[in-house]
Each structure stands twice: as C-alpha cells, then as structure tokens.
C-alpha cells in the first residue's frame, strides 16, 4: 500500500511540475505585468532557510532515531501493532522499493504528459527499423 502511495504521489507530483513549469504559456500579458519587489520577498525566505536549517539541526534527535522517547507519551501505539522494530532490520532492497516507485510515477508521469501535449517537451517515438 505505501509504494502505491508512494507512485500515485510522484505522478501528481510531477503533474503539478509539469503542467505549472513546463506547458506553454498562454497569458503572457499577465506574466509580464505581475511584479514582486525582490527585496520584499526574499528577506522572509532568507530567515525561514536559516531557521530551518538550524532548527532542524538543533531538534534532529527529536524525531530521527530508533528508540527516541520524545514522543511516547503523546503517541499510545499497541504492542500488537508496533512494527518499527521489524521494519528497521527489513532487507535494503525493500526499503528500496517506495522509491523505485516514486521515480518510476515521475517519469511515467513526465512521459505521459509530454507525449499528450501538456509541456513543451515533445518526444518522438518512432520504431526502430532494421
């Protein structure tokens, strides 16, 4: 179930690139016309970069790590249900397989919707004549 989430979240994902990105603008007035001082937005995102950075960098322990106790009180899980032991010591080739379907939706997604017309990426496929 979680790799089906995983393919169906990169197709969307890359829908969402391509068709904002990569498909041929048709309103190029508005385009042009819109306008945001630089300075006015890139001195919030300037201070949200360097707080994420050192946030996360302060708060990693919190929630990366096996066995971490930070959260055992506020989130009740059942013996019966507690997997995160058996998941740790999984094979690598399964832990592998969410992102093998994650590439797999991005670039079945990308090939979907460039050969559809949606992007200005045009691919011709054509059979290979021996």
Known sequence: MCTTAAFLTAYYSCRLLVISFARVKNSEVVVRSSHIPLQFISTPLILLAYLSVFVGYFFKDIFVGFGCPFFLSSISTSPFHDIIVDTEFLFSSLKFLPV??????????????????????????KPFKL
């Open 100 to 125: 093998l379907f994650s590439l797999l939706g991005f670039t079945s997604a990308f090939f979907t919707f460039s050969l559809f017309g949606y992007s200005k990426f045009k691919f011709n496929f």
